[in-house]
Nanobody, 122 residues
Framework: VQLQASGGGFVQAGGSLRLSCVAS????????MGWFRQAPGKEREFVAA????????YYSDSVKGRFTISRDNAKNTIYLQMNSLKPEDTAIYYC????????????????WGQGTLVTVSS
């Protein structure tokens, strides 16, 4: 499976963006898809995840209530709707796939997309 993320851009604080991640190849019901982000000089951090089967969602405390992860099984695509964006949300956002269940750490996701840059100005 290869992952292709898109949708990043430049937005003012308080604005919104929607990221997409298309997977080529089959995603199995046991897989978990996630979004991570990495700001300059910082480690990659968990943002949100969704179970491919059932659609249960999980969020970091820093984005809960502002970001929404969703999936379209027919299109093999996950989305990250980001509202009320803050300057501290500025980062490269990566989508990833876990085959071993839910994980809140990057090491739990062996498959990664190339990243898409989100810049939020104050």
């Amino acid at each position: 499976v290869q992952l292709q993320a898109s949708g990043g851009g430049f937005v003012q604080a308080g604005g919104s963006l929607r990221l997409s991640c298309v997977a080529s190849g089959r995603i199995f019901s046991s897989h978990v898809m996630g979004w991570f982000r990495q700001a300059p000089g910082k480690e990659r951090e968990f943002v949100a995840a969704i179970r491919w089967s059932g659609g249960s969602t999980y969020y970091s405390d820093s984005v809960k209530g502002r970001f929404t992860i969703s999936r379209d099984n027919a299109k093999n695509t996950i989305y990250l709707q980001m509202n009320s964006l803050k300057p501290e949300d500025t980062a490269i956002y990566y989508c990833a796939r876990s085959t071993g269940g839910l994980s809140y750490t990057a090491s739990g996701y062996p498959t990664w997309g190339q990243g898409t840059l989100v810049t939020v100005s104050s």
